[in-house]
T-cell receptor, first 110, second 114 residues
Framework: GQSLEQPSEVTAVEGAIVQINCTYQ??????LSWYQQHDGGAPTFLSY??LDGLEETGRFSSFLSRSDSYGYLLLQELQMKDSASYFC???????????WGLGTSLAVNP | EPEVTQTPSHQVTQMGQEVILRCVPI?????FYWYRQILGQKVEFLVS????????KSEIFDDQFSVERPDGSNFTLKIRSTKLEDSAMYFC????????????FGPGTRLTVL
């Protein structure tokens, strides 16, 4: 089947670095995406990794290892506004539907 | 910056009633999607739409659901006879192409079935 696993909750303090891991299982894999969702809001695209390695976008980086079926999102210099849910998701099927993990709730404390 | 819009933001309906959720995708996008998120759960794919037809649908998207692009801008999701378990946030998304492009999500419609 198709599934993704990620921690349900992570807590960190302002200015810290946090890593949110994601492992996945699927027969056809095209790449891993990360989305941010604030309470009640729309998911917002953060990153997409098609190939192994690290992609950096400002304070956020995302990593993929296809051989390990594993990826992570790294958030640096945490700010209070980073408190949100973070979802890993992969594209599946010919029409590129997104299959989502359960999400990780990140709480950033002062 | 262009964005996906959805109306209404919140819809309350009685079980068995029909509802239509509306979306206006980003104007140059070609691929459209509906997802739903039951409170506290993960986002689930419902249906994808391209070239005026459904390109893929999930097992959730049964005969009670339908989608339409009635004109050049709107994209609608209809639920013919709502059930209590249809209560969820429904997100519309669009992408410029069907490849591995960023999907842009609307703000969602919260559907409450009583």
């Amino acid at each position: 089947g198709q599934s993704l696993e990620q921690p349900s909750e992570v807590t960190a303090v302002e200015g810290a670095i946090v890593q949110i891991n994601c492992t996945y299982q699927t027969s056809g894999f095209y790449g891993l995406s990360w989305y941010q969702q604030h309470d009640g809001g729309a998911p917002t695209f953060l990153s997409y990794n098609a190939l192994d390695g690290l992609e950096e976008t400002g304070r956020f980086s995302s990593f993929l290892s296809r051989s390990d079926s594993y990826g992570y999102l790294l958030l640096q210099e945490l700010q209070m506004k980073d408190s949100a849910s973070y979802f890993c998701a992969f594209y599946a099927g010919n029409n590129r539907k997104l299959i989502w993990g359960l999400g990780t709730s990140l709480a950033v404390n002062p | 910056e262009p964005e996906v819009t959805q109306t209404p933001s919140h819809q309350v309906t009685q079980m068995g009633q029909e509802v239509i959720l509306r979306c206006v995708p980003i104007s140059n996008h070609l691929y459209f999607y509906w997802y739903r998120q039951i409170l506290g759960q993960k986002v689930e794919f419902l249906v994808s739409f391209y070239n005026n037809e459904i390109s893929e649908k999930s097992e959730i998207f049964d005969d009670q659901f339908s989608v339409e692009r009635p004109d050049g801008s709107n994209f609608t999701l209809k639920i013919r006879s709502t059930k209590l378990e249809d209560s969820a946030m429904y997100f519309c998304a669009s992408s410029v192409a069907g490849g591995f492009n960023e999907q842009f999500f609307g703000p969602g419609t919260r559907l409450t079935v009583l």
